[in-house]
């Protein structure tokens, strides 16, 4: 009889986690792609701020901020252990330019 209760609690927890699953894959399928836009958008910002300023500076050194889109530039500032820096990128291109604060 406890091997037949252990079982039914097992299929119990399956299901229980398999529906927890599916609600939270619900939730990145629903939510997800916006956040991860902002994300990607975020490290393309530090890769090409890093390029652009270079002294062989590491990208996870850069902290972001003060992003604004003004027509086809966004601009921002890019704070990094040597100083901050005034950053600016056309859309659609890859290559940032940046200047010191």
Not at 59 to 83: H, L, Q
Request: with cysteine; glycine share 10%; aromatic share 4%.
């Amino acid at each position: 009889m406890f091997a037949m209760r252990r079982k039914h609690y097992r299929v119990a927890v399956g299901l229980g986690a398999m529906l927890s699953l599916s609600g939270c894959l619900a939730a990145v399928v629903a939510g997800g792609v916006v956040g991860k836009d902002k994300v990607d958008a975020k490290m393309d910002r530090k890769h090409a701020s890093a390029e652009a300023i270079g002294h062989d500076l590491n990208y996870r050194t850069i902290r972001i901020s003060g992003v604004e889109k003004d027509g086809d530039i966004v601009k921002w500032t890019a704070i990094t252990t040597i100083g901050r820096y005034l950053c600016s990128q056309h859309a659609g291109l890859q290559h940032a330019t940046c200047r010191p604060e």
